[in-house]
């Protein structure tokens, strides 16, 4: 398969997990920022592979920009990411999906 195909397709997967990851638990982010977090996370460890770093350090890399990036377009409190499940306003903030985990 041709290079550039497999780089499109590798952006549009980590897009769309991150927008229905981010409505699973969130009210979400939209799906053009999305595909900006997609396309940074991917592009940066296309450059980290190009560069022929070893395979634990193509993983590594784009992990805290995906992050950083994502913390942005969900303007939630830093405190609600090391406390993900422990505090229930933040996954039950009624959203459609709130109500398969939380029904009360």
Do not use: C, E
Not at 9 to 15: D, E, G, R, W
Not at 54 to 80: A, C, D, E, Q, R
């Amino acid at each position: 398969m041709n290079y550039m195909i497999s780089f499109i397709i590798a952006i549009l997967l980590t897009s769309i997990s991150y927008f229905f990851g981010s409505r699973l638990i969130t009210k979400g982010i939209a799906a053009w920022q999305a595909l900006i977090i997609g396309t940074s996370v991917v592009s940066l460890g296309a450059i980290t592979k190009a560069l022929r770093a070893p395979i634990w350090l193509i993983v590594l890399i784009p992990f805290p920009v995906g992050m950083l990036l994502l913390f942005l377009f969900l303007n939630k409190p830093m405190h609600t990411w090391f406390h993900l499940f422990g505090d229930i306003d933040f996954v039950y903030d009624n959203t459609p999906y709130s109500k398969l985990f939380f029904p009360f």
